[in-house]
């Protein structure tokens, strides 16, 4: 695939001035600005090719590999060829015109859709494993868990044994039979109330979040399509662990912005997923944590889910968290991804496979008091 021309994107010719890159660069941000109507990998590239064309030490050498000295054409100031009108003098519509040609040939294709990503669920590991089918389990702090109903079933045998045997007793032998009946008795009692205390923490779950399992909703910006991409990959296939609970827009803690695309709670676990939309190709992270595009170093787009992962570990101290980006191809091509970092890049195959069997590790607890907490964040309720 063709690379981006930055002269190009910029509308002007390689003998530009740097007064005419700097006016280019402030014309062309005018117009594709997300907040003005453009689109966020357009602006991205942008913003790099003039960070390139206004460094003379980089311009020259973007010169020598993509503007070698045959194409470039030296004459007297006298005969120097007209210049073309500089953007930042053309009309706002021809500036926008011209981005969105720039994009769709060079760039991120803001006319392209990758569409609805469907996972080949043969692959998928934990898709069929036992236990994937229980029922939900509340389940709060301090819950009783099953030691107690071992203890009881043990206590059940002892007190029962000597009747179906009609075993003699002495008298210490009876006394001590009738002290494991009482702790029996007492243990019955103790869990009996723990059950019904669990059916009011199932009751309570109930009423208060209904029988919903996912809660926000993801943006509906143009430039959010990878968001709701990733919503329906996360309702589609993740929803299928019976205590997986759904979160869309959540703010760190102290904040009142979406700083997190998605959340997917699943018991004790937590995963905070962002979505992007990337030029093809494969990608990997390296030792710094920065992301490479096809083995050179990628500066189209980065993320914040390492500030995410750190205020979320900090606000669930009792919850183990981990990050993914889900990135999705901007034009027609194909996204692969490799390696194994803190905060991996993934393909939404990889996605599924990779997270889902990590929260699949216990796939019918809903942890109440963190589900709750979880649930505070989402922006907007």
């Known amino acids: 695939m063709r690379e981006v021309d930055y002269y190009e994107l910029l509308g002007l010719r390689p003998e530009a001035s740097a007064a005419e890159i700097k006016a280019a660069y402030r014309g ?10 453009g689109t966020a990998g357009t602006f991205r590239l942008l913003q790099q090719a003039y960070a390139t064309l206004s460094d003379p030490s980089l311009r020259a050498g973007y010169d020598r590999v993509e503007h070698p000295p045959a194409r470039t054409v030296t004459t007297s100031p ?14 706002p519509a021809r500036q926008a015109r011209q981005s969105r040609r720039a994009a769709r040939e060079f760039g991120e294709d803001p006319e392209f859709s990758p569409g609805s990503p469907r996972i080949d669920t043969d692959a998928v590991g934990w898709w069929d ?28 045998v002892l007190l029962v044994l000597p009747l179906l045997f009609r075993a003699g007793f002495s008298v210490p032998l009876l006394v001590v039979w009738l002290l494991v009946a009482a702790a029996t008795a007492a243990l019955i009692q103790r869990l ?36 709701r991409l ?56 390296d030792e ?15 993320t914040r889910l390492a500030e995410s992962l750190t ?35 993934m393909t939404p195959q990889r996605f599924i496979e990779e997270i889902g069997g990590w929260l699949a590790e216990d796939p019918s607890t809903v942890d109440v008091g963190t589900a709750r907490k979880v649930r505070d964040q989402v922006v907007g309720g």
């Open 78 to 91: 006298a005969r120097q060829a007209p210049v073309r009108q500089s953007p930042a003098r053309q009309s």
């Open 129 to 156: 494993q036992p236990g994937i089918a229980e029922r939900v389990r509340h389940a709060e702090p301090g819950g009783p868990g099953h030691s107690p109903l071992v203890a009881s079933l043990a206590g059940v």
């Open 288 to 302: 710094d944590g920065g992301f490479r595009r096809n083995g050179r170093q990628f500066r189209g787009g980065g």
């Open 28 to 37: 062309l941000a005018k117009v594709m600005h997300p907040d003005t109507g």
């Open 192 to 227: 009996s109330r723990r059950h019904l205390d669990a059916v009011r923490v199932g009751r309570s779950f109930t009423a208060e979040f209904g029988t919903r399992r996912e809660f926000g909703t993801p943006g509906t910006e143009r430039d959010q399509l990878a968001e």
């Open 311 to 345: 205020a979320y570990e900090d606000f669930l101290p009792d919850v183990d968290v981990c990050a993914a980006l889900v990135v999705y191809p901007s034009r027609a091509g194909e996204v692969t991804t490799a390696g194994d970092a803190v905060i991996p890049p």
């Open 230 to 285: 990733t919503a329906d990959l996360l309702s589609r296939y993740l929803t299928r662990l019976p205590g997986a609970m759904v979160f869309h827009g959540l703010a760190w803690p102290g904040s009142v912005f979406a700083d997190i695309d998605h959340a997917v709670l699943c018991g004790k676990r937590l995963v905070l997923v962002e979505s992007k939309l990337w030029l093809p190709g494969d990608y990997t992270t």
